[in-house]
C-alpha cells in the first residue's frame, strides 16, 4: 500500500502542482505552470486586479509603493507613497480601499484620485495595522487587524481584531477578537460563510455570516501546520467554493469541506492571491521579490 501511495504521489505531482486529491488536476488546465510575471520587488502583497482598466495593482510593503503591472508585463508605479499599504481590494463603486500600515488606516481612493480615511481607530485608540481586506456585496467592509506594521510599544488595542465598518456612516463594529494575529479572509460564493485564517496559530477558521453582518459559530476549517516557511496569509475563492490560501510551501487549495486538494508550489513563499484576466481564470500570486501567475479552470470570484 505505502508504494502505491508513493506512485500515485508522484503522478499527480507535475509542473509545480502537488495534489492531494485526484480531484486537485481538474482545477487547472493540463500543463498548467507557474509563471513569473514581475519580479525586483522587496516584498509583495494585496494584489487585486481592475477589469476595466485590464491591469493588476499590488502593495510592495517596505518599497513604500503601489505597482501596476498589464498582461503585456509592463510596470509602473500607481502610488508613492502608499504608506506601506498591504491588502486592497475595492468597493461597490469600483473605488480602490486600501490597508496602509504606516498610517494605521483604511482609505478610500475616490474618483478623481483624492483619499478619504474610512478609519483609523476603534472606541477612541488607534488601530494596529489593517493588514487585509474585503467588501461584502452590502457594500460592508471586512478587515484584519494584527500587530505586523508597528512596534510592540505602539500597541493601544488591546486585542487583534476583525472589523467590520459601514460603507457610508464609518460605524465600525468588533466581529471577531480571539484571533492571535488575524490575516487573509474571503467570502463563501453565496456569502453565508467569512473564512478567516491566523498566521501565528496556522490555521483558518470559518464563521456564519449573521443577516445582520456579525460573525457566529468560529471553528477551525483546516490547520496549515507543516515544517515548510511560510504562513496561512492572502486567501481567495473561486465560484464553486474552493479555498485558494497562502501557506506553507505554496497556495493551498480546499474544497468547502476542508479538505486539502493539493498545493500550488511557489519558488519563493507566497503571502497572497488575486483572481484576474477578463475571464477571472488567473490566479495571480504575491511572493516575496516577485508576482506569479497560474491559469486555472473554475473562474474565481470576480472583484468588480
Known sequence: MLRIKRWLEHQLKVNYLEAKSPAFKTLFPKNAKIQRVATGFQFTEGPIWLPEENYLLFSDIPANKIY?????????????????????????????????????????????????????????????????????????????????????????????????????????????????KPNGLAFSPDETKLYIDDSQRRHIRVFDVQPDGTLTNGSIFHD??????????????DVQGNIYCTGGGGVWVFDSEGNHLGTIVTPEIPANCAWGDEDWRSLYITAQTSVYQIRVNIAGIPVL
Open 224 to 237: 496549515m501546520k507543516v515544517k515548510q516557511p511560510g504562513l496561512p496569509d492572502g486567501m481567495k475563492i
Open 68 to 180: 501596476k503591472l498589464t498582461p503585456e508585463g509592463k510596470l509602473t508605479i500607481f502610488r508613492e507613497p502608499s504608506n506601506n499599504s498591504n491588502g486592497l481590494t475595492r468597493d461597490k463603486q469600483g473605488r480602490l480601499i486600501t490597508c496602509e500600515h504606516s498610517t494605521r488606516r483604511v482609505t478610500r481612493t475616490e474618483k478623481d484620485g483624492t483619499i478619504t480615511v474610512l478609519v483609523d481607530r476603534f472606541q477612541g485608540k488607534k488601530l494596529n495595522s489593517p493588514n487585509d481586506i474585503v467588501v461584502k456585496s452590502d457594500g460592508y467592509i471586512y478587515f484584519t487587524d494584527p500587530p505586523y506594521g508597528i512596534q510592540p510599544e505602539e500597541q493601544e488595542q488591546p486585542i487583534q481584531g476583525v472589523y467590520r465598518l459601514a460603507p457610508d456612516s464609518r460605524e465600525i463594529i468588533l466581529v471577531a477578537d480571539n484571533f492571535d
